[in-house]
């Protein structure tokens, strides 16, 4: 059996089109667009192509961008100030701190520095907590993404059996909220779980976030299942390759997303939806 391909990269862009539709009918109202500030810290090639990627995807959406470029021995205190004006200005509807942070910043302080109403990236506290509450909330870029992608395949998430890989803050644990959102039965597999591959061959939705390049092999895919790789792992030859062995398991999925060109572009794409939803909450 062949799967079938999730082409985030074509889902994606009708997200940007769908965004950049609306945003031109507010500029035809005359209503102020979105704006996003972006700020990096120092200079990790990996952290720059993304942010890269985030001012491209403003820029393709027509929604304003303010990229903040800050020395990699910036002061925790000093990017303290800079998110306290961009809080301030009235001009700015989202921001968004590129992570990882030099060490010698506490990411959470800064994260929490956030204004609620625009923190985008659905990272703030009271953003998560409103998400497990099931209130109102900027929804993280990733798992929204996952979502979406999962969508596009028609496969019904209620009532399914669906197994995450991971329990981090930033995609696994989120989107294992989603999915229960979503009424499937989620399971929610980590390092300590035993017997791994039998738990991921109960899922008719597998979602694998782990860091961990090619881990889920073909085996560990129940035949037919939709397959969400969510890694983005460099290989020694300067390849990007995911979590799973997409060789193997796409001959037993139904469904499955390359990397890249699956999640990835997805979680612009939701980024630039987060911003714009920021934008039309003032009103
Ligand atoms: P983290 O390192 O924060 O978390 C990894 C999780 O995987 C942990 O919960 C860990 O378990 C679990 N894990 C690690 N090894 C195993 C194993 N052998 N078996 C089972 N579970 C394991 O990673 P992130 O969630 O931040 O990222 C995961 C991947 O997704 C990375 O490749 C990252 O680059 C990518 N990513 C991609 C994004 C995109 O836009 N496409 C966005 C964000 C991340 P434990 O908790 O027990 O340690």
């Known amino acids: ?11 994606s862009l009708s997200v940007k089109e769908s965004v950049r539709e609306r945003i031109a ?19 990790n090639p990996a952290s720059r192509s993304y942010v890269r990627g985030k001012v491209k995807a403003a820029e393709f959406t027509g929604m304003d961008s303010r990229l903040i470029e800050l020395p990699g021995d910036v002061s925790e205190s000093s ?17 968004l701190v590129q992570l990882p942070l030099p060490r010698h910043i506490d990411e959470q302080k800064v994260i929490d520095s956030i204004a609620v109403e625009k923190d985008v990236d659905g990272f703030h506290p009271e953003n998560v907590a409103r998400l497990w509450l099931g209130r ?9 993404g996952i979502i979406r992608l999962i969508d596009s395949t028609g496969v019904s998430i209620e009532g399914s059996r669906a197994v995450v890989v991971g329990r981090s803050n930033i995609v696994g644990k989120p989107v294992a909220k989603l999915l229960l959102d979503r009424n499937a039965t989620v399971t929610m597999a980590h390092s300590r779980s035993r017997d791994l591959a ?21 085996d560990m895919v129940k035949p037919g299942a939709v ?12 390849r990007l390759t995911g979590d799973v062995d ?26 630039m939806e987060n911003t714009l939803e920021a934008r039309l909450a003032k009103g």
């Open 1 to 11: 059996m062949n799967s079938s391909i999730i082409d985030g990269k074509a889902v």
């Open 25 to 43: 009918a507010l500029a035809r109202e005359g209503k102020r667009v979105p704006c996003l500030a972006v700020i990096i810290v120092g200079d």
């Open 79 to 95: 990017l303290l100030e800079v998110i306290a004006g961009l809080n301030e200005d009235a001009a700015v509807d989202g921001i």
């Open 136 to 144: 109102p909330c900027a929804i993280p870029c990733t798992p929204k």
């Open 198 to 218: 039998a738990l991921c061959r109960e899922a008719d939705i597998l979602v694998v976030a782990t860091g961990r390049p090619g881990m889920v092999t073909a």
């Open 227 to 238: 397959v969400i790789d969510v890694g983005i792992n460099r290989t020694a030859d300067g």
């Open 246 to 271: 997409f060789e193997g398991a796409s001959q037993v999925a139904g469904w499955i997303t390359p990397v890249p060109g699956g999640v990835g572009p997805m979680t612009i794409a939701m980024l």
